[in-house]
């Protein structure tokens, strides 16, 4: 049995540690022995991986780096790599996966005497470019690692831009969770029938609640549209402005921080992601609502819907431009559910073993 310690340095629990934490799950599934490193005080995450069977280690390595907390990362730089080499030394992996980009320069190619694993969602962030410190260690990383994988092609075109190759993985669904949520649909769309009694369309968003998720653009259109209502779930800088509008409008509600976000989609008439985060990935959102039947409204600008687009074919997709009068409603108007495309989790692990335990 080969075993993988993974790095997972966050204060939040969103679409790219649900990937990671279902991916771990998929290699258990097919074989491995599988942790999870992650700060001592994330208990949405430490739950995730409770309710998936993933073993959770408690790691002072972080905070993750960001525009934010660099003066942070830079003054505990050194007790950072102490910890990460320490919690290594002590799990004795036979793989170490990193998915963030401070574990990556931390480690920075040193001897760690086993395979490593480097990890990306989307673009690298503009703060390393700026800085030659991040870059060069980040290069560094990049070259000495054993495998590159990507959750999108736009980490891909990221990665081969600095002259190295990667394999994307494709996400997956969980198939448990998407059966239990096309079976419970018609009791959960009474429930969301109950939360928006004169609206004939429910619409979902889940995720960060931020300005670049489009989610304040959507709610502002929905709420002034007649018999179209809005669920959204998430947490994030843009919840104040969500909640002045839901208490404006009765046809937008906000359910808070909820673990399974599919249950609602399935009930749903359609999702909505007008995304233009250039550091957006695979959508995950997105993709459970294509994995129970449901269309997605999303942004024709974003990589990252082009890349949702190129996986599951325009029907699933409706791209428009979000900047355009009544592009939102006109496409609330034209969407229609199709038979839920099925997303299996069992070939991103069959993806990543046959490429690390290759020679």
């Known amino acids: 049995m080969s075993s993988l310690l993974a790095f997972c340095i966050t204060s939040k629990v969103s679409g790219g540690e649900i990937y990671l934490v279902q991916l771990l799950r998929a ?16 208990q949405p995450l430490q739950a995730l991986c409770q309710e998936n069977s993933v ?39 036979d793989v170490v996966f990193f998915q963030y980009k401070l574990e990556q320069m931390l480690w920075a190619g040193a001897t760690l ?65 998407v059966r239990s949520s096309l079976a419970t649909a018609h009791e959960t769309r009474q429930i969301l029938e109950s939360m928006l ?21 959507a709610a502002q259109a929905i709420a002034d549209l007649p018999g179209v209502g809005l669920v959204i779930a998430g947490s994030g800088p843009s919840r ?18 909820i673990t399974n976000s599919m249950h609602f989609a399935a009930a749903a008439d359609f999702g909505i992601l ?29 990589a990252a819907v082009d890349d949702l687009i190129h996986e599951v074919g325009l029907g699933p997709v409706l791209a428009i431009d979000p900047s355009a009068p009544n592009s939102i409603s006109s496409a609330i108007r034209t969407v229609e559910k199709f038979a839920p495309i099925e997303l299996d989790w069992t070939t991103a692990a069959a993806v990543f073993d046959s490429a690390v335990r290759s020679p």
């Open 240 to 257: 104040k402005k969500l909640e002045e509008i839901a208490d404006s409008s009765a046809n937008i509600v906000l359910l808070g921080q």
């Open 27 to 42: 290699l258990d599934d097919a074989g491995w022995q599988v942790a999870l490193a992650g700060p001592p005080d994330n």
């Open 113 to 177: 005497g086993r395979k490593v694993v480097i990890f990306e969602h989307g673009p690298v962030p503009r703060a390393i470019e700026s800085f030659p410190f991040f870059r060069r260690r980040y290069n560094r990383a990049l070259a000495a690692a054993s495998e590159r994988f990507a959750a999108s092609r736009p980490a891909v075109r990221a990665i081969e831009a600095r002259g190295f190759s990667s394999r994307i993985i494709p996400a997956g669904v969980n198939k448990h969770q």
């Open 274 to 302: 007008l995304t233009s985060d250039p550091g957006e990935g695979r959508p995950l959102f997105a993709l459970e609502c294509v994995a129970v039947g449901v269309p997605v409204i999303a942004n024709v600008h974003s």
């Open 197 to 217: 009694p004169d609206c004939t369309s429910i619409g979902i968003y889940a995720g960060r609640l931020t300005e670049d998720k489009g989610i304040v653009k």
């Open 55 to 93: 073993r959770y280690v408690a790691t002072d390595v972080g905070p993750k780096l960001g525009k934010k907390t660099a003066p942070a990362v830079l003054l505990k730089w050194r007790s950072n790599q102490r910890e990460l080499f320490r919690l290594i030394e002590i799990e004795s992996p």
